[in-house]
């Protein structure tokens, strides 16, 4: 079976990250402004949520293995929108992001890179499944539209929260940027969710439905202890206030695909289900935070506990011992093993230019991109 979808739908994705790439390209973190006027307030304030989300946005290095695993027959532009679009810029946010939690007393991020689980290999084989093999690219996209249009409610909270301390330099040339790319990532999956609801069978929408309420979480929360972070990060940003609301906006281009049948459903029970946990969980957490001798805990908003690495060090997530970069009072300096990390160990056809930016397979002298698979 041809695993390129043709079509008008096609024709339009491909020009929606056309676009992306052209007009929103990897973020140069030389562009970013590391000043810092209160550092510790900030650390109180943001840096669990900083560090939560550079984690997650680095995580997408595994994210990319994931989805090589459980799309054995991605379409074309899937494949080329995962690991040729999204993943750079995915990416340069963490790296932004790691900057500044280093820059203000946090440990470096320590993201899973590489473990692809079990339940997901069992879900790359069942892939080549004709029954069952347009599920996980559904699966997918509706993952892609929350975790997206969460990103893009966490980074409005978080660039309100940082001019509100006066922290304008971060704001300005770090959130700002990254918030920016976050709607494109979203219509992506929005538009790919929407062509392929319309082409499921009635009993394909009904498994889509049942495996979605079984297999929700949030974002970079895959254990309890994740959980209880991102419980953390609703808290800091006062999402936790209403968390019924903020389930609403993320979940509502889902409920308008999958739900549309339950008439006056706001917000799906897994979802609400799902983030109420994560609050209590940090909640419970709270002590242990206290214990552990950081300042403050879930209800006075403070950090929580991190992880063992030593502050101030920025280490290779893939190896553990190369350093990445520098950071300074005001400025980020990449070595050369960052650009190498960055671009260049995703595998075939990635390489970097003099000033650091990826060239990508599949895309023509002209700048336009192939709906072909990369070579
Ligand atoms: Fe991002
Ligand atoms: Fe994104």
């Not at 459980?70 to 963490?94: C, K, M, S, T």
């Not at 979203?186 to 499921?200: D, G, K, M, T, V």
């Not at 799906?268 to 709270?286: C, H, I, K, N, Q």
Request: aromatic share 8%; with cysteine.
């Amino acid at each position: 079976m041809s695993t390129l979808r043709t079509g008008p739908h096609d024709v339009r994705l491909v020009e929606h990250f056309e676009r992306l790439y052209l007009q929103h390209p990897p973020i140069d973190p030389r562009s970013v402004d590391f000043t810092v006027r209160r550092p510790r307030e900030l650390q109180e304030r943001y840096g669990a949520v900083l560090a939560y989300l550079a984690r997650v946005e680095l995580e997408v290095e595994r994210n990319v293995l994931e989805l090589d695993t459980v799309l054995p027959n991605a379409p074309d532009v899937d494949r080329i929108f995962y690991r040729d679009v999204w993943a750079p810029q995915e990416e340069r946010h963490g790296v932004i992001l790691d900057a500044v939690t280093v820059q203000i007393g946090e440990r470096s991020a320590m993201p899973d890179l590489g473990s692809v689980s079990t339940k997901l290999k069992v879900l790359g084989v069942l892939g080549h499944l004709d029954t069952i093999q347009d599920l996980t690219p559904m699966l997918y996209y509706l993952t892609g539209m929350t975790t997206e249009r969460s990103a893009v409610v966490a980074y409005n909270h978080l660039y309100d929260g940082l001019i509100a301390l006066d922290e304008t330099a971060v704001a300005e040339t770090a959130i700002a940027p990254i918030r920016r790319q976050e709607p494109g990532h979203y219509a992506f999956y929005q538009l790919s969710a929407r062509r392929l609801w319309s082409e499921l069978s009635g009993w394909q929408r009904y498994l889509v439905r049942w495996l979605r309420s079984q297999s929700f979480a949030p974002v970079g929360a895959n254990d309890e202890r994740q959980k209880a972070a991102f419980g953390l990060v609703l808290n800091r940003l006062d999402i936790d206030q209403d968390l019924d609301g903020f389930a609403a906006q993320v979940i509502r281009a889902e409920r308008e695909l999958l739900w549309a049948h339950r008439q006056g459903l706001k917000v799906p029970s897994y979802v609400t289900r799902a983030l109420r946990e994560a609050v209590e969980l940090a909640a419970l957490d709270a002590p242990a935070t206290l214990k552990s001798g950081h300042r403050g805990a879930f209800v006075a908003r403070s950090a929580p506990r991190r992880h063992e690495q030593a502050p101030g060090r920025s280490t290779c997530w893939r190896s553990g011992r190369q350093k990445l970069w520098q950071v300074s009072s005001s400025s980020y300096e990449p070595t050369r093993s960052s650009c190498e990390r960055s671009m260049a160990h995703r595998g075939e056809g990635h390489a970097c230019n003099a000033s650091g930016d990826a060239t990508i397979p599949g895309r023509s002298s002209s700048g336009r991109f192939s709906t072909r698979s990369p070579s």
